[in-house]
């Protein structure tokens, strides 16, 4: 009986085990098997002329995906295993358009024999509802529908009207509360902790960058807005991130004229280790623990 019992403990360790040792293994593959990706852009002047392609692969290519934009459609397919999902033409569709085409022309057919049919018998009947008086009655019934309708989209013109007007409110009254409270804040953003915590995360975000930048990168562009303000706007922002694009970059803009010309080649590895790099880092430091707290409860803080 004791070596049944053994057995059958030793059955269960082995199941644990493997089990434990199956979610080892796809933690491994989560944090350590890179997601690869591949995109490749052409603009020719303008947003219509935008032609894009993205190709991402995960696992050994058991989950893949596509997604492209040409000629203003957006077209994405996603591949697990042999499952596909996405905006695929139906295979019955491609074996058979002529029967489609026929069978669309059958449903037109049939539909204007249905509109003749009731106009034929709307001709015949508008002379009894006048002769016998019943035609009040039918436009009287059309009245309320079409009055019905209206009151309908009134009412729900008024509650977008109402939500839009309540949003705002809330909003305005937060920034005024804030306002009232600027000395708090700054008392806030100017405390030792949270100013040691923001430049810690702001290391770590500079990290997560260096590790998510692109293996291969061609960039070149030249672009201009319509407004010379936003054009230099869109400068200052691609000079902050040039550490992170390479040599390969030629960013060219156009203060004079609204314009968008750009080839993009990207390649590159994401592996979830690096996320946890990161997260792991902030979680560890005392003052982003404090911070974080202090967020939380961030109405006591303004209430003390």
Same mark, same amino acid.
């Given at each position: 009986?004791?070596? $049944? ?6 059955? *269960? ?44 692969? &995960? ?10 934009? !040409? ?20 295979? #019955? ?11 669309? !022309?059958? !449903?037109?057919?049939? +539909?204007?024999? +249905?509109?003749? #049919?009731? +106009?034929?018998?709307?001709?015949? !009947? ?10 009040? #009655? ?13 009151? %309908? ?6 509650? *977008?009207?109402?939500?839009? %007007? ?8 937060? $920034? ?6 600027? #000395? ?35 960039? &070149? ?55 946890? $790099?990161?997260? &792991? ?19 006591? &803080?303004?209430?003390?």
């Amino acid at each position: 009986m004791l070596h $049944i019992i053994l057995l059958i403990l030793k059955i *269960i360790g082995w199941i644990l085990l493997a089990i434990l040792g199956l979610a080892v293994l796809l933690i491994c593959v989560a944090l350590f098997v890179p997601f690869r990706y591949r995109v490749k852009a052409v603009c020719e002047g303008d947003l219509d002329s935008l032609h894009a392609n993205a190709r991402f692969l &995960w696992i050994f290519h058991l989950i893949s995906g596509n997604v492209s934009y !040409e000629n203003k459609k957006l077209d994405w397919e996603l591949r697990i295993a042999w499952k596909r999902i996405g905006q695929v033409q139906d295979e #019955d569709e491609e074996k058979a358009p002529f029967e489609n085409k026929e069978k669309v !022309e059958e !449903e037109q057919r049939t +539909e204007k024999e +249905e509109e003749r #049919d009731e +106009e034929k018998t709307l001709a015949r !009947e508008i002379p009894k509802t006048l002769h016998n008086g019943k035609s009040d #009655d039918k436009i009287g019934k059309r009245e309320e529908k079409k009055s019905s309708f209206y009151q %309908k989209i009134k009412y729900t013109i008024c509650r *977008i009207y109402d939500k839009i %007007k309540q949003t705002i409110h809330k909003i305005c009254s937060a $920034i005024k509360s804030l306002l009232e409270k600027k #000395d708090k804040l700054a008392e806030f953003i100017a405390d030792e902790a949270h100013r040691s915590a923001l430049g810690t995360v702001l290391t770590e975000l500079r990290r997560l960058l260096g590790f998510l930048k692109p293996r291969k990168l061609k960039l &070149w562009a030249h672009f201009g807005f319509e407004d010379p303000a936003n054009t230099g706007y869109v400068l200052a922002a691609a000079s902050m991130l040039s550490p992170f694009l390479g040599k390969h970059t030629n960013i060219q803009p156009d203060f004079e004229q609204e314009i968008l010309e750009a080839n993009l080649f990207a390649s590159g590895k994401i592996r979830g280790i690096y996320f946890v $790099i990161s997260l &792991w880092s902030l979680i560890w430091n005392k003052n982003v623990r404090i911070t974080f707290r202090h967020i939380k409860n961030i109405k006591t &803080w303004f209430s003390n």
